[in-house]
Antibody, heavy 122, light 108 residues
């Protein structure tokens, strides 16, 4: 059973870079899935941030693309997020998750990590 | 883009049936998946594909799609079903994922 766990600082200063790591257990990030970051903004809904697949190919939400880097480390079975120039608007619960998609149009996100709250504040 | 639109809030009497809808052009090409999110918990996949439930999801949850609208139906809503429900799919012109704005379900 695949499990994901986020780790990283819970507090980031404005204008700094938010860095999170997702450790995957019970499965390999080299498998045919898309390893994804999603956040839940306070009082708002879920926002897809981006994903990495085949260990190197990435896709990003256009609204975050200029500030976001997602990468994978197959040796550690981890993937990571770096979001630069953060502001209070980036305060959110950040989730890592596994995304599946096939040519029939079936696509789903499962499992999710438990989520980690990151607060941007001085 | 393929935005997904959900009603912000829906209510249902205990034991009754309720549907939550999700509308978007992208649903003509890609299936919607549905997630249940309770406070302090990670979202949980409850419906994917044509009408599939992951192991452990009660069969009172079902899904359907007609044209550009996907529906999540809860037949015999229970108190523990009170939660936020999100639909999710894929953009029709890119490889991006999209979420609906979420529907807050209240069980009366």
């Amino acid at each position: 059973q695949v499990q994901l766990q986020e780790s990283g600082p819970g507090l980031v200063r404005p204008s700094q870079t938010l860095s999170l790591t997702c450790t995957v257990s019970g499965g390999s990030i080299s498998s045919a899935y898309y390893w994804t970051w999603i956040r839940h903004l306070p009082g708002k809904g879920l926002e897809w941030m981006g994903y990495v697949f085949s260990s190197a190919t990435t896709y990003y939400n256009p609204s975050l693309k200029s500030r976001l880097i997602i990468s994978a480390d197959t040796s550690k079975n981890q993937f990571s997020l770096k979001l630069s120039s953060v502001t209070a608007a980036d305060t959110a619960v950040y989730y890592c998750a596994r995304y599946y998609y096939d040519s029939s149009g079936v696509n789903w996100i499962d499992p999710w990590g438990q989520g980690t709250l990151v607060t941007v504040s001085s | 883009s393929s935005e997904l639109t959900q009603d912000p809030a829906v209510s249902v009497a205990l034991g009754q049936t309720v549907s939550v809808t999700c509308q978007g052009d992208g649903l003509r090409a890609f299936y919607a998946s549905w997630y249940q999110r309770k406070p302090g918990q990670a979202p949980l996949l409850i419906i994917f594909g044509t009408n599939n439930r992951p192991s452990g999801i009660p069969d009172r949850f079902s899904g359907s799609t007609s044209g550009d609208t996907a529906s999540l139906t809860i037949s015999g809503a229970q108190a523990e079903d009170e939660a936020d429900y999100y639909c999710q799919s894929r953009d029709i012109t890119s490889a991006h994922l999209v979420f609906g704005g979420g529907t807050k379900l209240t069980v009366l």
